[in-house]
């Protein structure tokens, strides 16, 4: 399977309001994100926006749809398309989550959680494999955001991803907000959780807003909070290289302010390089 190379690079999501800016201007960011089912077609407006920003900045993709822990399988004609997307873009990779959205029949559209056992391992394991071997290419899984946890886990959350990259050679996406999020609904240490993972695998961050409440919940449609930045900045510490992306998927303020939260991000990571020097 092919190594992932890593790329230390500041970026956000390509989103509809903003192709303008991308398009146009000269925007300060290393690279870009998509959401890969909305440039899965043949052709058409999508295509053509990617086609030229595509040559202005590097593009990661990110899916929402693979349904890697599905007990039925992975859907072949998605990931037929999904090869067929990568091929043409050259990505600098192709992500998912650690989650399952379909069964033979139905698509929820929702990230929904694994039981942390070993045979959802197996699962999962054989999944990406497939997955994998189908896109010729090493993939990254982002870790969950959650709200329940199954009574039968016989792990922890970062046992079981650590345990998915060892076997599978995959590398991570580490959403900083998702380990938050889930480390107060649930009771756990999000150090404790940053610890147990293979960190020299993480390939790419994901920052994000949520909406506090008893339930942390992960919308991704405002500022990121403090609690968030100072979780980054302990693992910005911890990390190599590893490029680092601002998520809103709702509410888009206008490009402007992304850019300074992602200004924070740099100064953040400049901070602990002096430090670690």
């Not at 240490?189 to 293979?198: N, V």
């Not at 100064?267 to 430090?275: I, P």
């Amino acid at each position: 399977m092919t190594t992932i190379q890593t790329f230390a690079g500041l970026g956000l999501g390509l989103r509809r309001s903003h192709y303008h800016d991308f398009l146009e201007g000269e925007v300060a960011v290393d690279f870009l994100e998509i959401i890969s089912e909305n440039y899965m077609v043949a052709g058409g407006k999508p295509r053509d926006v990617l086609s030229r920003v595509r040559e202005r900045y590097p593009v990661a993709m990110h899916g929402v749809s693979l349904s890697i822990g599905s007990a039925h399988g992975l859907d072949a004609d998605y990931l037929r398309r999904l090869r067929e997307l990568a091929d043409w873009l050259d990505p600098l990779w192709v992500s998912d989550h650690l989650c399952w959205t379909r069964t033979s029949a139905h698509n929820s559209h929702d990230l929904l959680p694994l039981p942390y056992t070993r045979a959802a391992l197996d699962v999962v394991c054989d999944n990406i494999d497939r997955a994998q071997q189908a896109m010729g290419r090493a993939m990254l899984f982002e870790n969950p955001s959650s709200y329940c946890a199954f009574p039968g886990n016989e792990m922890e959350e970062w046992e079981f991803i650590a345990a998915m990259a060892r076997r599978t050679g995959c590398y991570l996406l580490l959403d900083v907000n998702n380990v938050f999020v889930s480390a107060h609904n649930h009771g756990f240490s999000a150090r404790d959780y940053i610890a147990g993972l293979p960190l020299e695998r993480v390939r790419q961050v994901h920052l994000a807003g949520h909406t506090p409440g008893e339930i942390v919940i992960d919308t991704h449609d405002r500022e990121i909070c403090d609690g968030v930045w100072r979780l980054f900045a302990e693992v910005s510490d911890m990390l190599g290289d590893a490029a680092v992306m601002i998520e809103r998927d709702d509410a888009i303020p206008p490009l402007a302010e992304l850019l300074a939260e992602l200004d924070i991000a740099r100064a953040m990571q400049q901070a602990g390089a002096k430090v670690a020097a």
